[in-house]
Nanobody, 122 residues
Framework: QLQASGGGLAQPGGSLRLSCVAS????????IGWFRQAPGKGREGVSC????????YTADSVLGRFTISGDNAQKTVYLQMNSLKPEDTAVYSC?????????????????WGKGTQVTVSS
């Protein structure tokens, strides 16, 4: 089970921090990724972090603004989102990705967590 939290309403230029807690399995076995789906659009990968703590993927659209990090002891992966833009508005979900899978092309995803809504608006 994965549970995302921390979403909400932010103003353009503001920040939010999302958390993803894995309650039933160890983060040592999976790459954990953040994904988002905006209204009327398909799901896209945002950023992913390997079990060893290496960042394996960051979408160009969030590069330099969003940072993924993990705490294996707490079974939690974070997404720090800074300089938010209206186009970041989406439902953000975390997922456990097989190490042989792809965050960019969304395959090899073994577990999806329930999403959290992020709305960026003035």
């Amino acid at each position: 089970q994965l549970q995302a939290s921390g979403g909400g309403l932010a103003q353009p230029g503001g920040s939010l921090r999302l958390s993803c807690v894995a309650s039933t399995f160890s983060l040592d076995l999976y790459t954990i990724g953040w994904f988002r789906q905006a209204p009327g659009k398909g799901r896209e990968g945002v950023s992913c972090i390997s079990a060893s703590g290496s960042i394996t993927y960051t979408a160009d659209s969030v590069l330099g603004r969003f940072t993924i990090s993990g705490d294996n002891a707490q079974k939690t992966v974070y997404l720090q989102m800074n300089s938010l833009k209206p186009e970041d508005t989406a439902v953000y979900s975390c997922a456990a990705v097989d190490p042989r899978g792809s965050c960019q092309y969304l395959y090899g995803i073994d577990y999806w967590g329930k999403g959290t809504q992020v709305t960026v608006s003035s």
